[in-house]
């Protein structure tokens, strides 16, 4: 299965933290992408890294894979209130339409 | 620029009624097409992916059911809503399977 699993499931944090989660996965992949769901919105794409791709910045995002370990992680830096929400991981396979399977998410709360 | 359209963006039906949610997509052609249903609390649970007028690829067995009557529409259907129906819809587009989601805003369905 492709499905991405996040860890931690919730992450509690004080506004200017780093927040870091993981994300794993079992097969070979296409890409990952990483999103982030705001209470009873739909998902926002945040970075898409490719599985040639060992590291990607976007803003205040980093995002890194390792593929033999099959791996992921989400560093947000000098987190903000706005930055609470659940964020998902999604490993994209060959030759399968693009879907994805999400995990359950890490939850996110930045207390300011 | 392209943009996502669901409706409605809320429901409230009886159990055994039809449903009918439909999602557009403007500013691109030919795009790959996906149906997510998330639960309360949950993750995103993929149920349907096309990637092209009437290729339609059913990930879950349900009594849900998916169309692609036009390229840059989707509908999903069900001739009898379950209790166990009720959760957020949610439709997404991408380029192809090399490429980011799009998601719309969803449709919060409440069965009763």
């Known amino acids: 299965s492709q499905q991405g699993e996040e860890d931690p499931q919730a992450l509690s944090i004080q506004e200017g933290e780093n927040a870091t989660m993981n994300c794993s996965y079992k097969?070979?992949?296409?890409?990952l992408q990483w999103y982030r769901q705001n209470s009873g919105r739909g998902l926002v794409h945040l970075i898409l890294?490719?599985?040639?791709?060992r590291e990607k910045h976007s803003g205040r995002l980093r995002v890194t894979l390792d593929t033999s370990k099959k791996s992921s992680s989400l560093l947000i830096t000098a987190s903000r209130a706005a930055d609470t929400a659940s964020y998902f991981c999604?490993?994209?396979?060959?030759?399968?339409?693009?879907?994805?399977?999400f995990g359950q998410g890490t939850e996110l709360s930045v207390k300011p | 620029s392209q943009t996502i359209h669901q409706w409605p963006a809320t429901l409230v039906q009886p159990v055994g009624s039809p449903l009918s949610l439909e999602c557009t997509v403007e500013?691109?052609?030919?795009?790959?097409l996906y149906w997510y249903r998330q639960a309360a609390g949950r993750g995103l649970q993929l149920l349907f992916y096309s990637v092209g007028i009437g290729q339609i690829s059913s990930e879950v067995p349900q009594n849900l059911s998916a169309s692609r009557p036009q390229d840059r529409q989707f509908i999903l259907s069900s001739k009898k809503l379950l209790l166990s129906d009720s959760g957020f819809y949610l439709c997404?587009?991408?380029?192809?399977?090399?490429?980011?989601?799009?998601f719309g805003p969803g449709t919060r369905l409440t069965v009763t």
């Open positions: 997404a587009w991408s380029r192809d399977e090399a490429y980011e989601q799009y």
């Open positions: 097969t070979s992949i296409n890409n």
């Open positions: 500013g691109t052609s030919n795009p790959n």
């Open positions: 890294i490719r599985s040639n791709e």
């Open positions: 999604a490993p994209s396979g060959y030759n399968q339409g693009g879907k994805l399977i």
